[in-house]
């Protein structure tokens, strides 16, 4: 666990010291050691996109570790392209203004195998290569309070050569458990 501070006689020393001289002045003495805990960010996908032209279904990924501090990229594959698409983050993957998610996207004439997955409480472009693959980065707040909270994203694309009235398709959905360390929603160096 990350080393926080020392306690001399019940006195904390400056934050990050790590060495202490303690010269005692009576017969007992006690002395603390503070530490941070961790806790270890994860990715989980979760959902399933559905179909696009290429006959693939969109894959949402990331290797990164959603840590606060630090900035997290995801990676979306299998689209055609060059295409438009955007990267729906949000704080939920069950409501979004009140409608529950998964939210069937057939009902606005979309492929009915398509549904939004993440709450798009915000929406940021990102570009497909004519490879058919795009990546973007979420910086993540270093606050502690923020350890143990879910962000969601989906990337939704335009894909025009799709059979239905609304040309959109769409990957799984990625649910990022912040992770770092914390000292009950305090500070931690």
């Known amino acids: 666990?990350?080393?926080?501070?020392?306690?001399?006689?019940?006195?904390?020393?400056?934050?990050?010291?790590?060495a202490l001289s303690v010269t005692p002045t009576t017969s007992?003495?006690?002395?603390?050691a503070e530490y941070c805990s961790y806790t270890a960010g994860a990715?989980?996908?979760?959902g399933t996109g559905c179909q696009g032209s290429n006959g693939q279904i969109p894959l949402l990924a990331s290797t990164s570790t959603p840590d606060i501090g630090t900035t997290v990229t995801q990676t979306v594959s299998r689209l055609f392209g060059p295409a438009s698409a955007v990267v729906a983050i949000g704080l939920s993957s069950s409501t979004w203004n009140g409608v529950p998610l998964p939210f069937n996207l057939g009902l606005i004439g979309?492929?009915?195998?398509?549904?939004?997955?993440?709450?798009?409480?915000?929406?940021?472009?990102?570009?497909?290569?004519?490879?058919?693959?795009?990546?973007?980065?979420i910086p993540i707040a270093n606050d502690p309070s923020g350890v143990g909270a879910h962000i969601y994203t989906q990337v939704l694309v335009v894909d025009p050569f799709v059979s239905s009235r609304v040309p959109l398709i769409v990957s799984n959905g990625l649910d990022m458990r912040l992770g770092g360390p914390s000292l009950g929603g305090g500070t931690c160096p």
């Open 1 to 18: 666990q990350p080393f926080r501070r020392w306690y001399v006689g019940g006195v904390a020393q400056p934050l990050g010291q790590l």
């Open 28 to 32: 007992a003495m006690t002395i603390e």
């Open 43 to 46: 990715i989980a996908s979760y």
């Open 110 to 137: 979309a492929n009915s195998a398509c549904n939004l997955l993440a709450e798009p409480l915000v929406s940021l472009p990102i570009a497909i290569n004519v490879s058919g693959s795009g990546n973007f980065t």
